[in-house]
């Protein structure tokens, strides 16, 4: 069956270092994937896409890479700040089903003063 | 501009009775979407739209009625309400369909007693 898998265990960080959160998928062919940020009783708030044909996207202090053999995208955000506080979500588009965007269950970071 | 605009916030239902959550968006988008958020199982899609007059379903879809008459509004309606359906309840739209950036609104907490 089709999995879209992130760490349900927190990531604590100090701030200051570089956060990494981890995206695995099975059985999936994803034509892209998304990244959003969601915070206690708010909607998710849309970070980053990158495609299936890219390895890399960056936005200020954060980078996505997308690896289809490894079937895996990695969020990073470097030089963390508290206010980085959120849980992360990631979301992918199946060459399939296009206009479905089916998301994991999230990982939440907290970021250490 | 108000984005995507979602009522009640709360709304507490007995098991059987029928509802409608609305939402609404002021940003002329074609997409919309329904996902349902319930812990340890991440945002699932219940309905989706391409544009008015066009809805499929999600990977949720049991137990949910949409209809899309006009761009701006896509409301979700519960016929006959299940504890089962006990969720957060988010509404989403996007100018280049589930590929692009998706507007989230704030959410409706649903408790069905």
């Known amino acids: 069956s089709q999995k879209i898998e992130q760490n349900s265990e927190a990531l604590n960080i100090q701030e200051g270092k570089t956060a990494t959160l981890t995206c695995n998928y099975t059985n999936y062919s994803p034509a892209y994937l998304q990244w959003y940020r969601q915070d206690p009783g708010r909607g998710p708030v849309f970070l980053l896409l990158?495609?299936?044909?890219?390895k890399e996207k960056r936005k200020e202090r954060l980078k996505v890479t997308f690896d289809t053999t490894l079937k895996q995208s990695l969020f990073h955000i470097t030089a963390s700040q508290p206010a980085d506080s959120a849980t992360y979500l990631c979301?992918?588009?199946?060459?399939?089903?296009?206009?479905?965007?089916?998301f994991g269950t999230g990982t939440r970071l907290l970021v250490s003063p | 501009n108000a984005g995507v605009t979602q009522t009640p916030k709360f709304q507490v239902l007995k098991t059987g009775q029928s509802m409608t959550l609305q939402c609404a968006q002021d940003?002329?988008?074609?997409?919309m979407s329904w996902y349902r958020q319930d812990p340890g199982m991440g945002l699932r899609l219940i309905h989706y739209?391409?544009?008015?007059?066009?809805?499929d379903q999600g990977e949720v879809p049991n137990g949910y009625n949409v209809s899309r008459s006009t761009t701006e509004d896509f409301p979700l309606r519960l016929l006959s309400a299940a504890p089962s359906q006990t969720s957060v309840y988010f509404c989403a739209s996007s100018l280049q369909g589930a590929q692009g950036k998706l507007f989230f609104g704030s959410g409706t907490q649903l408790s069905v007693l």
């Open positions: 979301a992918l588009g199946a060459a399939t089903g296009f206009q479905k965007l089916v």
């Open positions: 990158i495609r299936e044909n890219e």
């Open positions: 940003m002329n988008h074609e997409y």
């Open positions: 739209s391409v544009g008015a007059g066009i809805t």
